[in-house]
């Protein structure tokens, strides 16, 4: 690549500019915070293990985003915080309990850890507490205490930290930095941060009409992982070591809070905690045993099960048969979770949502298409899981166009990118679709692999456009050259941060 000997050479002296002031005694703005944290995010999207799920990602949001809107409620996240984060969620697929936050407003959930809790209040009583760090700006604090290191050097470690606490080999996981291990005392956060996190969060989860008791029974969790010493499968407690000022803390807490006003509709129903738990403990493994395993819990469900259990028995059980390919079971499975799930709009949902899937797992287009309903206003899980069916059943005219409007409403989901590329190369559209495959590239802070897809949709421009389907070519032409441009900028700009910082 010519580019490195177009690059300026670094300032002397002084942080260049774009950068993280660190270790002037200053704490980091929000705009070095930000940039931080998206250079850690470059680091996470290149992990195998990073699952984008829309399904529980759509779970997930309806837990978060009341406690976002509590939190400005509250006045603990100012509007200019809201407004310059990127305030989105990564989840990660490991079977092990556990929770980050990052700085510039990322937030890592490990698929473990949604499997763990028994409800929703209990993984708000997590991400309350993660929010909190962030807000509280301990992120800031702790990375200005950081002296001598630069911004690269940080963003390494805090990779290798995350690395650590995975229960894969971490040898294996993109997310490994130098040092890191040998670091991670340095980056836990004081004492003082982790008891105001817990107030705070505490504060955050009620407030957003989540039960108190949620917190008591995380942290009664977190205890009984303690006494078994069972710090492998819960590497949330090597970050958050339990004192028994903590557990203290919590109980008067959660003594002092007045009875529950009616929970809000909007929250997660019980039974929608337990699909989605079912559905976390089936991608946390993917091996045919662990499938197997799924099967066989539903088989030795007992008939005194709750209906609760049985959601959850039974969904991760119609996946696992699925993937396995087991057609008559998957649906046999699937016919038992409608049945109990009824219509509701957050169950009943998710039930048909399941019934799609399985059939796109089991090949069949038809059977998968004719389920296909669209609500007013689409979930993103709803947006995905029927998308791809559609695009089996050889429909991709229909989804194109939903995409489209999707990406222009949320141009930052990579995932409806590339599953926009793939209709427009069904459709036989093949400037959009690669066009829609850089903007996923993109996305990701993979600029080098946007160029260069948009390099190859200027070469097809270019050798002939009789065989390009579309009607305004000149307009996409057009479009083409300048996000070109756009990306050739961000990548310098990006190669000239990661040269100067080494
Ligand atoms: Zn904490």
Same mark, same amino acid.
């Given at each position: 690549?010519?580019?490195?000997?177009?690059?300026?050479?670094?300032?002397?002296? =002084?942080?260049?500019?774009?950068?993280?002031?660190?270790?002037?005694?200053?704490?980091?703005?929000?705009?070095?915070?930000?940039?931080?944290?998206?250079?850690?995010?470059?680091?996470?999207?290149?992990?195998?293990?990073?699952?984008?799920?829309?399904?529980?990602?759509?779970?997930?949001?309806?837990?978060?985003?009341?406690?976002?809107?509590?939190?400005?409620?509250?006045?603990?996240?100012?509007?200019?915080?809201?407004?310059?984060?990127?305030?989105?969620?990564?989840?990660?697929?490991?079977?092990?309990?556990?929770?980050?936050?990052?700085?510039?407003?990322?937030?890592?959930?490990?698929?473990?850890?949604?499997?763990?809790?028994?409800?929703?209040?209990?993984?708000?009583?997590?991400? =309350?507490?993660?929010?909190?760090?962030?807000?509280?700006?301990?992120?800031?604090?702790?990375?200005?205490?950081?002296?001598?290191?630069?911004?690269?050097?940080?963003?390494?470690?805090?990779?290798?930290?995350?690395?650590?606490?995975?229960?894969?080999?971490?040898?294996?996981?993109?997310?490994?930095?130098?040092?890191?291990?040998?670091?991670?005392?340095?980056?836990?956060?004081?004492?003082?941060?982790?008891?105001?996190?817990?107030?705070?969060?505490?504060?955050?989860?009620?407030?957003?009409?989540?039960?108190?008791?949620?917190?008591?029974?995380?942290?009664?969790?977190?205890?009984?992982?303690?006494? *078994?010493?069972?710090? =492998?499968? *819960?590497?949330?407690?090597?970050?958050?070591?339990?004192?028994?000022?903590?557990?203290?803390?919590?109980?008067?807490?959660?003594?002092?809070?007045?009875?529950?006003?009616?929970?809000?509709?909007?929250?997660?129903?019980?039974?929608?905690?337990?699909?989605?738990? =079912?559905?976390?403990?089936?991608?946390?493994?993917?091996?045919?045993?662990?499938?197997?395993?799924?099967?066989?819990?539903?088989?030795?469900?007992?008939?005194?099960?709750?209906?609760?259990?049985?959601?959850?028995?039974?969904?991760?059980?119609?996946?696992?048969?699925?993937?396995?390919?087991?057609?008559?079971?998957?649906?046999?499975?699937?016919?038992?979770?409608?049945?109990?799930?009824?219509?509701?709009?957050?169950?009943?949902?998710?039930?048909?949502?399941?019934?799609?899937?399985?059939?796109?797992?089991?090949?069949?287009?038809?059977?998968?298409?004719?389920?296909?309903?669209?609500?007013?206003?689409?979930?993103?899980?709803?947006?995905?899981?029927?998308?791809?069916?559609?695009?089996?059943?050889?429909?991709?005219?229909?989804?194109?166009?939903?995409?489209?409007?999707?990406?222009?409403?949320?141009?930052?989901?990579?995932?409806?990118?590339?599953?926009?590329?793939?209709?427009?190369?069904?459709?036989?559209?093949?400037?959009?679709?690669?066009?829609?495959?850089?903007?996923?590239?993109?996305?990701?802070?993979?600029?080098?692999?946007?160029?260069?897809?948009?390099?190859?949709?200027?070469?097809?421009?270019?050798?002939?456009?009789?065989?390009?389907?579309?009607?305004?070519?000149?307009?996409?032409?057009?479009?083409?050259?300048?996000?070109?441009?756009? *990306?050739?900028?961000?990548?310098?700009?990006?190669?000239?941060?990661?040269?100067?910082?080494?």
């Amino acid at each position: 690549m010519a580019l490195h000997s177009t690059l300026a050479p670094a300032q002397p002296g =002084g942080v260049p500019q774009g950068l993280p002031a660190l270790g002037d005694g200053v704490d980091l703005s929000i705009a070095s915070e930000r940039r931080l944290g998206d250079r850690i995010a470059r680091g996470i999207y290149r992990d195998p293990d990073l699952v984008d799920d829309a399904v529980l990602g759509d779970y997930l949001q309806a837990v978060w985003q009341p406690l976002v809107k509590a939190a400005r409620l509250r006045g603990d996240l100012s509007a200019e915080l809201q407004e310059r984060f990127a305030w989105e969620l990564f989840l990660v697929r490991d079977r092990s309990v556990n929770a980050f936050a990052l700085p510039g407003g990322y937030l890592g959930v490990h698929t473990g850890l949604i499997a763990a809790v028994g409800s929703s209040d209990e993984l708000a009583a997590v991400m =309350g507490h993660e929010l909190s760090h962030v807000t509280q700006r301990h992120i800031a604090r702790m990375l200005t205490q950081q002296q001598n290191q630069t911004p690269w050097l940080v963003a390494a470690m805090i990779l290798g930290v995350l690395a650590a606490g995975r229960s894969t080999n971490a040898a294996n996981a993109a997310l490994v930095g130098g040092q890191a291990v040998a670091m991670q005392g340095q980056l836990n956060f004081s004492r003082d941060m982790e008891r105001e996190a817990d107030r705070v969060g505490f504060g955050v989860m009620t407030e957003a009409g989540f039960s108190a008791e949620g917190a008591s029974a995380m942290f009664e969790k977190l205890q009984q992982a303690n006494r *078994f010493n069972d710090n =492998g499968s *819960f590497p949330y407690l090597r970050s958050h070591p339990l004192t028994t000022e903590r557990i203290a803390d919590a109980r008067t807490r959660t003594q002092a809070q007045s009875a529950p006003a009616a929970r809000p509709g909007n929250l997660p129903s019980a039974a929608w905690h337990a699909m989605m738990a =079912g559905r976390a403990r089936v991608l946390s493994e993917a091996g045919p045993d662990a499938m197997v395993a799924q099967l066989q819990q539903a088989r030795r469900l007992p008939a005194s099960a709750s209906r609760e259990q049985s959601l959850s028995v039974f969904y991760a059980a119609a996946l696992a048969a699925a993937r396995l390919r087991e057609a008559a079971d998957a649906r046999e499975l699937v016919a038992k979770v409608m049945s109990l799930a009824g219509g509701g709009p957050q169950i009943g949902q998710a039930a048909r949502l399941l019934a799609i899937e399985v059939e796109t797992l089991l090949g069949d287009a038809n059977r998968g298409a004719a389920l296909v309903s669209w609500s007013a206003t689409p979930s993103r899980a709803e947006l995905l899981t029927q998308g791809r069916a559609l695009l089996l059943a050889g429909r991709a005219a229909e989804l194109s166009e939903r995409l489209q409007s999707w990406v222009s409403l949320y141009p930052r989901d990579a995932t409806a990118w590339a599953l926009l590329a793939q209709a427009r190369q069904q459709q036989g559209q093949l400037l959009q679709a690669v066009r829609a495959d850089a903007e996923s590239r993109a996305v990701q802070f993979d600029y080098q692999g946007a160029v260069d897809r948009l390099k190859a949709a200027q070469d097809l421009l270019r050798q002939s456009t009789t065989g390009l389907a579309g009607t305004n070519l000149h307009i996409e032409a057009s479009i083409i050259d300048t996000r070109a441009r756009q *990306f050739q900028a961000q990548l310098r700009e990006q190669a000239l941060q990661d040269r100067s910082n080494r």
